[in-house]
């Protein structure tokens, strides 16, 4: 149990007459980089939806850390300990990067609300983290302005300024080029060498096989198979299902 | 762990501008304050004064609009019926129950916040047009009952509001009113700020860029555009309640107009919403042109026309809002953005040239060097 991140049991969500998850109960590991890959339209996103209270889903259970979050809403769940990414990078679009990620402070109570959000203690915080993703010469730099990459990371720090105990990825790479691809690789292996949880949503196999410990395959919205990289990259289910031969 | 030790250039870069901008603010704080509390004495008749007041309300409503529209990005439509519940308010329970004015511009503004909670409950459920459509529907629903309710709230003929200083002549009680807008304007302009600098205000601008990414970081959404709602509502039925002290004569029509509702929206748009003097800006340009197109073509709707046509131009050319644009504009005089480390060819050759500089005089004043030049 106390091993246990994040648990699902017979998460089912449907669209209409689509079904995206079917019953779908999937364990990922506290303290290790958790991979989530399928095919596309596997429900890995839904998944994501449905776990971070984005969406509710139809019927199942969602526990984390021992306690159920099924029913809670997003800035619950994000309360719990759970920070997400988004498949296409989400940020405020019109607010600076500091602002960008000054936003995920969590004041406490009424009055720690009503004080300056620009705090000497925060906007230092918020210096590091963007320092530390490589961007901390876009500071004042609206998250417009960027380029995609850049938006990427600046979507990263703004997570890890909330200081999650578990992080959601959603296709960290995707439209990200080689140089960059390995900064975030480092970058997932140190803060989870620091004791953070990962569950990351890829395509990129080499990504997914280098850094994650436990890798947990999707097809039509349930598991089809569990297990480390070395495992799953000789199952034939696998495969069959996601690797097309 | 992310440490800031070393102070970034940038912010030792920025200073010199940002105090520029900071005195820049406080010299035309003062000129605004100065011209609020000389215009009575200047104003050369009642009805350039009583004129005043009018744009003042609608600075007042405006402003507190922007709670609503500048925060969080949702354009209510309904304001002016929350102005209308706090003019009948503040009227009914003078009429009805003999409280003092003041006091029942006070209890009048507090009950209309607490029913901003249900209002906000059902109509921050929706987003973007169903939302504004929501805002139409609480004035038109209101309108039909102050009209319809005549035994309570006199109905079409309108409510009579006993004024508060009955001994006072027109013009002194103008200037009394006068007053009491400014007043109230300050107070909702300080509270926007306060808002707009802090933790909270952070979160609801977060809400206007993204609302579920908002959510997603760990911000209460539901709970924050609820009470910014609520603040809203409790300032713009403040100034319904004055402006029912002031005037004296409530007309459901007007109270509870949507027209009412889309002046504060142009006005706030024309000014930007997303700094704080904007709307009052606004309410300066929008508001004065409204009565002029009154007094020179009264029987005419021209002054619909007009506004109709002012707010596509701000859309088109300026949709940020004036104050904005005229930032971008002084923005261009200013030294490059220094935020972004880039340097042009130009500035390059010119580090080059002066370290090359540096160097020769450097090396002028080296000993064992002159013996060099001396032969050279």
Sequence with gaps: MTDQALRTEGLTKAFGGVVALDG????????QVNALIGPNGSGKTT?????????????????????????ATPHAVAHAGIGRTFQLCRVFPRMSALDNVLAAVRPGGVLGRLRGARGRAEVDRARGWLTRL????????????????QQKLLELAGVLMSD???????????????????????????????????VIVEHNMDLVMSISDHIVVFDRGRPIAEGPPSVIRSDERVLGAYLGV | MPSASDPSS?????????????????????????????????????????????????????????????????????????????????????????????????????????????????????RGASFVIVSIALVLV????????????????????????????????????????AGLLALALLVWWLIDRSRFGLGLKAIREDEDKAESLGIPTFAYKLVVFVVSAGFTAAAGGLYALWFGDLD?????????????????????????????????????ALEYFKVEYGGTPLHLVATGLLLALVVLFMPDGVLPAVAAMLDRFR?????????????????????VRAETELAATRPGTPSTRERA
């Design chain 1, 47 to 71: 998944f994501f939806n449905c776990v971070t209270g984005m969406i509710r889903a139809d019927s199942g259970r969602t526990v984390y850390r021992g306690r159920d979050i099924t029913r």
């Design chain 2, 142 to 181: 209101l309108l039909l009952v102050f009209q319809s309710w005549a035994s309570f709230t006199g109905g079409s003929r309108g409510l009579t509001v006993p004024r508060p200083f009955p001994d006072l002549l027109r013009p002194e009680h103008h200037r009394v009113f006068w007053f009491l807008f």
């Design chain 1, 134 to 149: 490589g961007i901390e010469h876009l500071v004042d730099v609206e998250a417009r302005n960027m380029s995609w990459g």
């Design chain 1, 164 to 198: 999650p105990e578990t992080v959601l990825l959603d296709e960290p790479a995707g439209g990200v080029n080689p140089a960059l691809l390995d900064r975030i690789g480092g970058l997932v292996r140190e803060l989870n060498a620091e004791g953070r949880t990962f």
């Design chain 2, 10 to 126: 940038t912010t030792t870069i920025r200073r010199p501008t940002v105090t520029v901008a900071r005195a820049g603010r406080v010299v035309l704080l003062v000129v605004l304050v100065a011209a609020v509390v000389s215009f009575p004495s200047l104003a050369p008749n009642p009805y350039i004064l009583s004129a005043g007041i009018l744009v003042l309300n609608y600075a007042l409503l405006s402003t507190s609009w922007n709670f609503v529209g500048g925060f969080t990005g949702y354009i209510s439509l309904g304001h002016g019926a929350l102005a209308g519940l706090g003019a009948y308010g503040t009227g009914l329970l003078v009429t009805r129950a003999g409280l003092p004015s003041f006091l029942a511009l006070g209890v009048a503004a507090l009950v209309v916040a607490a029913l901003a909670v249900p209002i906000g409950y059902a109509a921050l459920r929706v």
């Design chain 2, 252 to 288: 459901p029509v007007f109270q509870f107009s949507i027209l009412t509702g889309s002046y504060l929206v142009l006005m706030a748009l024309l000014g930007g919403v997303r700094t704080l003097f904007g709307p009052l800006l606004g309410a300066l340009v929008v508001g004065t």
């Design chain 1, 24 to 31: 779908a109960g999937v364990a990922f590991r506290h303290g």
């Design chain 2, 335 to 355: 030294p490059a953005q220094q935020s972004i480390r880039e340097v042009t060819a130009a500035e390059l050759r010119e580090q080059r040239e002066s370290g």
